[in-house]
C-alpha cells in the first residue's frame, strides 16, 4: 500500500507545461505545482492547500491574470464554513476536502489506464502531454470548485438545525430558507446568450443556467430537459428538507467564467459545470439514480462524484453530530488499471454516545467493515455505474500527532498580505521600487514567477511556526499583549536571546531547504543573476555563518522591514509577545561510525522512531560534527522530518569540506563530487555552524563540546565489534565516555542504533 502522495505524484512525471508559455518558467512552475501539492498531501495543513489553490489558479487563470480573481471566492468559502459551521448537526471541512479531491483525480488517472482510455475516447484526444494538460484543467475546475456554493447550504442547514432544536425533527411549523431574487440569479444575459450559442455550436438560447445545465445533461445522459427545468427550480426554492450546494457551486462557477470576455464556455467547461451539479444529490436523490453516471457517458462527472465519495479521511468535523463518528484519519491505497484498494485508518473502531453514555461501533468504520460505503458508491442502486472493482478495509492505528498548531492567524487574506509586504521589504532592500503605494507592490509582486511567488508565500506561512520559537505571533485583531515595533528589541521573545538573528537564521534554512526541493545547488559559476536562476545555482546554498557580512545585514534589514511594511499594507496584521513559553528545547548529539555495511533506510528508520519519541514534548535541536557517515546520516533524518540541525566543526567550513574528503581518500574510501555537494546541502541547512578546534587539528575539542551541550545521544555503533584493536574506538567509545562523565547515562539517554562495520 501506498500514500496517495506517491500515485498522485506520477502524475507529474511526464507533465509539460511547456505549450502554455513561451519563457523559461514552465518547468519551474510544474515543480512547483509538484511540491505544493505534495506538501499538502502530507500536512493537510489548510495553508499548504491555500498554495495548491494558488498554483492551479496561477498557472491555467481560470478567472483571469493572477490569483486575486479566484482569491476572495476560495477565501470567504473557507471562512465562512469555518465561523458557522459549528452551529449545524452535520458538517465537515470542504477548503481541504477539495484539494484532496484534486489529487485523487490526477491519481487515478495516472495509474488507471481505464478510466484514463475512457476520458480519452469520449472527447477524442490522444495520449500525450496536450491530453494530460487538458485533463489538469478540466479537472481542476471541477474538483477545486465543486463546493464554492456551500455557504447556500450552511444558510439552510442553519435555520433547519436552530429550529430542531427547538422543537424538534418533525415540527409542522418550523420555518426553512428559501432565497428570493432567484429569477435574476439565473438569467443569462443576451450577450453571453450569443456567446453561449458560439461557443456550444448550437442554435439554442439558453435564457437561464437551468436551461443550460439541463441541455449538458440531456447530451451526456439522456435527462429531460423541460423536466430538468423545473425540478431545479421546484427543489431550490420550495425545499424545506435540503439545499443543494452542487447547485450554487454549478451557478456561481458559471458566473465567474461568464464574467470573462476571452473565455469561452465550450462544451468540454459545460461537461465541469453539470459534474459539479450532479455530485451532492441531483442523480442520487432527486432521480433515484434513474440516470446513471459512468465513465463511458460523464467521464468528469464519474469522476468527481467517485472522488468526493472516497475522500473520506482527515476531513475536520464541525457539526456536532459529525464530531460523534470520527471518520479515518488517514488512508492508504493500492490502484492500477480498474481496482482501487483502500485502507481507511481510524483511531478506533467505536465511538461514544452521548445519548445512553455507552460506547458504540463508529459508523463510518461499520460502513467501511459490512460494505455499505463501497455499495452506495457502485453497489446495486450506486451512485455510479461502472465495472470498478473497489475494495475498502477499516485498519486501526494510533493517530500520528501534527504539531501545527500556533496562535497566529492562518487565514488566507492575511497569508498573501504577509508574503506581499515580504516581497515589498525585499523591493526596498534591493531599491527596486520607487513607488510603494499598495497598487505598485502588488503589481510588482503579481509580476514574479510563480516559483518567486510560492517562495514568498511559503516564507509568510512559516513566520507562525518562527515566532512562535521566539514567543511571538501574528494577528490582525487587537489584542491584549505587547505589540512588538522592532525585532532588534531584547524586550520579548526569549530574554536575553538575539531575536533578529535567530529570524534571520531560521529563514536562510528555510531558504536553502526549499532551493534544494526546487532541484537548485550550491555553485559559484556564474556570472548573472539570470544565469543563476537558468543554471539553479546559488553561492549563498552555505550555512548562515558562511555568508558574507553584507548578506547577513542584508537579511536583518529585509526580516525587519517586514513589520512596518506589514502595518502600512497588511490589514493592520501585528506581531504579539505572547506571556508564556514554548515547549522546552532537548539537545541530541549524534555520532557513530564512518563507514558501515547496513542499508541506510534502515538505519535511517531507527533513527528517526528515537527523533520522533523526543519531538512529542520538546522542541528537538540536532547536533553533529558532519563527519562522512553517520553524523550525516543523523542529520539528514532530522532535516526529513523537519528538526533544526546545528553543526559543531573541528576548522573552517572550507577547510572541513576538504578534510572530510581527505579523511575518505586516506581510508580508500571514493568520494565523489556528489558526496562532497550532499555534505555542503546538509551543512547549509543548519541554523548554526560553529567551530570549536583543537590544537592538532583532530576532532576532540569538537566532540568534547558537543558531549558538554547535549541533553542526550544518539550513536550509530557496532558496539560488540570495537575492541582495543578497531580504529575507530577513540572516536565514538571515547565520546561516549565523555557524556557519561556529564552525567547521561546508557539507555536513558544514550541510545544505540547498531550498526556493522
Aim: proline share 3%; with cysteine.
Amino acid at each position: 500500500m501506498k500514500t496517495l502522495s506517491c500515485y498522485a505524484d506520477k502524475f507529474f512525471d511526464d507533465l509539460d507545461f511547456t505549450p502554455l508559455y513561451s519563457d523559461e518558467y514552465a518547468e519551474s512552475d510544474k515543480q512547483c505545482f509538484r511540491k505544493v501539492l505534495s506538501q499538502f498531501l502530507s500536512s493537510g495543513d489548510k495553508s499548504d492547500a491555500f498554495c495548491v489553490y494558488f498554483c492551479f489558479s496561477e498557472i491555467f487563470k481560470l478567472f483571469g491574470k493572477g490569483y486575486g480573481n479566484t482569491q476572495k471566492l476560495l477565501e470567504l468559502l473557507s471562512d465562512h464554513e469555518y465561523h458557522s459551521g459549528e452551529l449545524l448537526a452535520k458538517h465537515r471541512d470542504h477548503y481541504s476536502h477539495s484539494a484532496y479531491v484534486f489529487a485523487i483525480g490526477l491519481a487515478i488517472y495516472a495509474n488507471d489506464s481505464t478510466f484514463r482510455s475512457d476520458f480519452l475516447s469520449f472527447y477524442s484526444l490522444p495520449d500525450d502531454n496536450n491530453s494530460r494538460r487538458h485533463f489538469m484543467y478540466l479537472w481542476g475546475m471541477a474538483s477545486l470548485f465543486h463546493d464554492i456554493g456551500y455557504p447556500f447550504q450552511l444558510a439552510h442547514e442553519q435555520i433547519k438545525t436552530y429550529t430542531s432544536d427547538l422543537w424538534g425533527k418533525s415540527a409542522p411549523f418550523s420555518p426553512y430558507v428559501s432565497f428570493g431574487n432567484y429569477d435574476e440569479l439565473i438569467k443569462i444575459s443576451d450577450a453571453d446568450i450569443g456567446r453561449l450559442c458560439h461557443a456550444l455550436k448550437t442554435d439554442r438560447k439558453f435564457e437561464t443556467f437551468n436551461q443550460l445545465f439541463a441541455y449538458g445533461l440531456h447530451l451526456r445522459l439522456g435527462y429531460d430537459e423541460e423536466e430538468l427545468c423545473s425540478r431545479l427550480r421546484e427543489r431550490t426554492l420550495r425545499q424545506p428538507a435540503f439545499m443543494d450546494h452542487g447547485y450554487f457551486s454549478a451557478i456561481i462557477l458559471t458566473k465567474q467564467l461568464l464574467a470573462l470576455s476571452e473565455v469561452e464556455l465550450t462544451l468540454d467547461k459545460l461537461d465541469v459545470l453539470t459534474a459539479i451539479l450532479l455530485h451532492n444529490s441531483l442523480s442520487q436523490h432527486e432521480y433515484k439514480n434513474r440516470y446513471p453516471v459512468s465513465p463511458h457517458n460523464h467521464p468528469l462527472a464519474y469522476l468527481l462524484m467517485l472522488c468526493d465519495e472516497l475522500q473520506n479521511w482527515d476531513r475536520q468535523a464541525y457539526g456536532k453530530e459529525s464530531k460523534l463518528d470520527p471518520i479515518a484519519w488517514d488512508i492508504k491505497l493500492e490502484m492500477g488499471d480498474n481496482f482501487i484498494n483502500a485502507d481507511y485508518i481510524f483511531e478506533s473502531c467505536t465511538a461514544f454516545d452521548y445519548v445512553t453514555g455507552l460506547e458504540r461501533i463508529n459508523k463510518h468504520f461499520d460502513d467501511a467493515q459490512t460494505g455499505r460505503f463501497v455499495n452506495k458508491i457502485i453497489g446495486e442502486g450506486g451512485i455510479l455505474k461502472s465495472d470498478l472493482k473497489l475494495k475498502v478495509t477499516p485498519k486501526i492505528a494510533p493517530k500520528a500527532k501534527r504539531n501545527r498548531l500556533y496562535a497566529s492567524e492562518n487565514n488566507f487574506i492575511n497569508l498573501c498580505d504577509f508574503a506581499r509586504a515580504i516581497h515589498a521589504s525585499y523591493c526596498k532592500l534591493v531599491g527596486s521600487s520607487a513607488d510603494d503605494t499598495r497598487k505598485a507592490l502588488s503589481d510588482e509582486f503579481d509580476s514574479l514567477s510563480l516559483e518567486f511567488k510560492i517562495s514568498n508565500i511559503e516564507q509568510a506561512k512559516s513566520y507562525a511556526n518562527k515566532l512562535e520559537l521566539i514567543n511571538c505571533f501574528f494577528s490582525s485583531k487587537d489584542l491584549d499583549y505587547p505589540v512588538i515595533t522592532d525585532f532588534r528589541s531584547s524586550d520579548y521573545g526569549i530574554s536575553g536571546s538575539d531575536n533578529l538573528g535567530f529570524l534571520c537564521r531560521e529563514e536562510h534554512v528555510r531558504w536553502v531547504k526549499e532551493k534544494l526541493n526546487m532541484g537548485w545547488k550550491y555553485g559559484t559559476d556564474y556570472s548573472s543573476n539570470a544565469e543563476r536562476n537558468s543554471k539553479k545555482i546559488h553561492k549563498d546554498i552555505v550555512p548562515y555563518e558562511v555568508l558574507t557580512p553584507e548578506e547577513q545585514a542584508k537579511d536583518e534589514l529585509m526580516v525587519n522591514n517586514i513589520i512596518p511594511f506589514l502595518k502600512k499594507f497588511g490589514h493592520n496584521i501585528r506581531i504579539y509577545n505572547y506571556r508564556t513559553g514554548r515547549k522546552p528545547d532537548i539537545e541530541i548529539t549524534g555520532i557513530g561510525h564512518r563507514f558501515f555495511t547496513d542499508e541506510k533506510d534502515k538505519l535511517k528508520e531507527k533513527i528517526k522512531q528515537l527523533l520522533k519519541r523526543y519531538s512529542r514534548d520538546n522542541r528537538v535541536i540536532v547536533r553533529t560534527c558532519f563527519a562522512y557517515g553517520a553524523d550525516q546520516l543523523i542529520a539528514e533524518c532530522a532535516n526529513e522530518m523537519g528538526i533544526t540541525t546545528k553543526a559543531v566543526l573541528p576548522v573552517q567550513y572550507e577547510k572541513y569540506i576538504d578534510m572530510v574528503r581527505s579523511d575518505c581518500l586516506a581510508q580508500g574510501r571514493p568520494y565523489s563530487e556528489e558526496d562532497e555537494l550532499r555534505l555542503r546541502h546538509l551543512l547549509a541547512q543548519t541554523v548554526v555552524c560553529k567551530v570549536i578546534s583543537s590544537p592538532d587539528g583532530s576532532y576532540d575539542a569538537a566532540m568534547r563540546y558537543l558531549m558538554k551541550k547535549c541533553d542526550k545521544v544518539i550513536v550509530v555503533w557496532d558496539k560488540e565489534s570495537d575492541d582495543d584493536s578497531a580504529a575507530e574506538k577513540s572516536h565514538t567509545a571515547q565520546a561516549l565516555e565523555i557524556a557519561k562523565e556529564h552525567g547521561l547515562t546508557m539507555f536513558d539517554d544514550i541510545h544505540v542504533v547498531g550498526c556493522h562495520r
